[in-house]
Nanobody
Framework: QVQLVESGGGLVQAGGSLRLSCAAS????????MAWFRQAPGKERDFVVA????????RYAESVRGRFTIARNNARNTVYLQMNSLKPEDTAVYYC?????????????????WGQGTQVTVSS
């Protein structure tokens, strides 16, 4: 089993920045990729970005490309999401996810483990 714990959410004004962290513990050697998803009230859980722990390849949702950056620290079993130029429409609960299969996938059902989520609120 793998446990994921997110941190770094909060309230920020439009145009501001936040950095989210996701720390993995347990059988971390089984993780091949990690990702961030987000879910706004009344909406489905949407893909944000994913990164391979093997080769560092990434995939971004078009809505965040150029504003968000994912990074990994395999030694610390942690991934980070730097969010810049935040917009009110970025407001959501952000979830960290881990996948045992190789590849940077975009569908929630592809991921095996999930964190509890962290709230990000962007005010206008």
């Amino acid at each position: 089993q793998v446990q994921l714990v997110e941190s770094g959410g909060g309230l920020v004004q439009a145009g501001g920045s936040l950095r989210l962290s996701c720390a993995a513990s347990g059988r971390t050697s089984t993780i091949a990729a990690m990702a961030w998803f987000r879910q706004a009230p009344g909406k489905e859980r949407d893909f944000v970005v994913a990164i391979s722990r093997i080769d560092g390849s990434t995939r971004y949702a078009e809505s965040v490309r150029g504003r968000f950056t994912i990074a990994r620290n395999n030694a610390r079993n942690t991934v980070y999401l730097q969010m810049n130029s935040l917009k009110p429409e970025d407001t959501a609960v952000y979830y960290c996810a881990a996948d045992r299969a190789y590849g940077v996938l975009t569908t929630p059902t592809s991921y095996d483990y999930w964190g509890q989520g962290t709230q990000v609120t962007v005010s206008s």
